[in-house]
Nanobody, 128 residues
C-alpha cells in the first residue's frame, strides 16, 4: 500500500502562485508515475499533470501548460506542483495519485485507471 498526503492548498487571488506537495509513504519502491488531478464543484475529475518516476518525463493538460510545473524529489518520495498565474477557473480540490503499473504509460499517465493510489486532496481557491 502507498499513502499519499497533499498539502499547500489555500485561498489566493488571481495571478498569485502556490506550490502543492504530495508526500508518499509505504511501498513506494514500485512507483512508475505520479500525477495531479483536480475536481471543481459540480464537475468531473480533470487531469492536470503527470510525471514518470524513473525518467522524469512530464505531461500537462492544455489548460495549465505554461503555468504549472510538476516536479519530484525521489529521495523524499515527494511530488510538487508549482502553480503560477492562477485563475479563478483553477479553483478545485487537487488530488495527487500514484501508479505502480505500466497501464497508464501508453496514455502518458493522463487517465485515472492508470493510478492505483489517491490522496484525500487539498483545496485551492482563486478569487478574482
Amino acid at each position: 500500500q502507498v499513502q499519499l498526503v497533499e498539502s499547500g492548498g489555500g485561498v489566493v487571488q488571481a495571478g498569485d502562485s502556490l506550490r502543492l506537495s504530495c508526500k508518499a509513504s509505504g511501498r513506494t519502491f514500485n512507483t512508475t508515475a505520479m500525477g495531479w488531478y483536480r475536481q471543481a464543484p459540480g464537475k468531473d475529475y480533470e487531469f492536470v499533470a503527470s510525471i514518470v518516476w524513473n525518467v522524469g518525463s512530464t505531461y500537462y493538460a492544455d489548460s495549465v501548460k505554461g503555468r504549472f510545473t510538476i516536479s519530484k524529489n525521489n529521495a523524499e518520495n515527494t511530488m510538487y506542483l508549482q502553480m503560477i498565474g492562477l485563475k479563478p477557473e483553477d479553483t478545485a480540490i487537487y488530488y495527487c495519485a500514484a501508479a505502480d503499473m505500466d497501464y497508464g504509460r501508453q496514455y502518458q499517465y493522463r487517465v485515472q485507471p492508470g493510478y492505483r493510489y489517491w490522496g484525500r486532496g487539498t483545496q485551492v481557491t482563486v478569487s478574482s
